[in-house]
């Protein structure tokens, strides 16, 4: 399974982004999709997560400022970012768990996400 992220860019501090991932190949089942972030020099860490049945899970940072939602039918994750952070600037994976002839765990290519004071 391919996922192709979009929706990063350069934004000032409180403004908004909208990250999208799109999954492409044989799926039966979405478990879940999501989305990671990873800081120069720091490990990969959880954003936001959602399971196919829209249960959802976000790092404590991002609560009440980005909200994760998903579009079955498209097999879309979107992560609509508010009240950015200079915090916030950090290279964004899609990632995503399925059922499938290729079922696993996928990642996308990375989009960067930069958030200026």
């Known amino acids: 399974v391919q996922l192709q992220a979009s929706g990063g860019g350069l934004v000032q501090a409180g403004g908004s982004l909208k990250l999208s991932c799109v999954a492409s190949?044989?799926?039966?089942?979405?478990?879940?999709m999501g989305w990671y972030r990873q800081h120069p020099g720091r490990k990969r860490e959880l954003v936001a997560t959602?399971?196919?049945?829209?249960?959802?899970n976000y790092a404590e940072s991002v609560k009440g400022r980005f909200t994760i939602s998903m579009d079955n039918t498209k097999n879309t994750v979107h992560l609509q970012m508010n009240a950015l952070k200079p915090g916030d600037t950090a290279v964004y994976y899609c990632y995503g768990d399925f059922d499938g002839p290729l079922g696993g765990e996928s990642w996308g290519q990375g989009t960067q996400v930069t958030v200026s004071s």
């Open positions: 190949g044989p799926i039966f089942v979405i478990n879940a």
């Open positions: 959602i399971t196919g049945r829209g249960c959802t």
